[in-house]
């Protein structure tokens, strides 16, 4: 069994912080995925990152793949109310549409 | 935009009784997928479809479930005997490569 390791659990920052979720497993992925889940809806996919030490950019959001496609990072800059809610970090072994392993979530808060 | 769509968002059920739940994926998307997600926790993997038939399922998906494309543009997922730990938020989602869209989920109440 595949296990996606999020950290932190639970993050509460003020507006124009920056922050860091890390998303950390033992198996290694051919893609990684990381989503925003806002209460009563589904996962909205936000980046695939599927080259070890990929970086990609999504204005202030910022993914890194690790080196070894086991680990991965997303870093907000500047981090403003409307980024709160739970990110979600999944894995995918395998070829096109294999299943996705979730992570266990990080839910951020930003305040005024 | 193109959407998942799924209803009903919200069933009870009581202990034993059959529940279908229904997903209209996106119209040229080819995979089909069910999760479901328990009250706090991680999302978990139950089934894939393709080309009418289970490419993949968890260990979740036991005999009690099962999936199917009655016509063109509905998948649904049936829980034959529904049990109190059935109880979720189940998801469907269909892809084109390297993109997984979600709809807004079926919340599932067993009594």
């Known amino acids: 069994t595949q296990l996606l390791e999020q950290s932190p659990q639970f993050l509460s920052i003020q507006e124009g912080e920056n922050l860091t979720v890390y998303c950390n497993s033992s198996?290694?992925?051919?893609?990684l995925q990381w989503y925003r889940q806002e209460p009563g809806e589904g996962p909205v996919l936000l980046v695939t990152v599927v080259t070890g030490g990929e970086v990609k950019k999504l204005k202030r959001l910022t993914f890194q793949f690790g080196d070894a496609r086991k680990d991965s990072s997303l870093h907000i800059t500047a981090a403003q109310p409307g980024d709160t809610g739970l990110y979600l970090c999944a894995g995918e072994i395998g070829g096109t549409a294999s299943k996705l392993t979730f992570g266990t979530g990080t839910r951020l808060q930003v305040t005024l | 935009e193109p959407e998942v769509t799924q209803t009903p968002s919200h069933q009870v059920t009581q202990m034993g009784q059959e529940v279908i739940l229904r997903c209209v994926p996106i119209?040229?998307?080819?995979?089909f997928y069910w999760y479901r997600q328990i009250l706090g926790q991680k999302v978990e993997f139950l089934v894939s479809f393709y080309n009418n038939e289970i490419s993949e399922k968890s260990e979740i998906f036991d005999d009690q479930f099962s999936v199917e494309r009655p016509d063109g543009s509905n998948f649904t997922l049936k829980i034959r005997s529904t049990k109190l730990e059935d109880s979720a938020m189940y998801f469907c989602?269909?892809?084109?490569?390297?993109?997984?869209?979600f709809g807004s989920g079926t919340q599932l109440s067993v009594l």
């Open positions: 198996s290694v992925f051919s893609s």
């Open positions: 989602a269909s892809s084109e490569p390297g993109k997984l869209f």
């Open positions: 119209s040229n998307h080819l995979y």
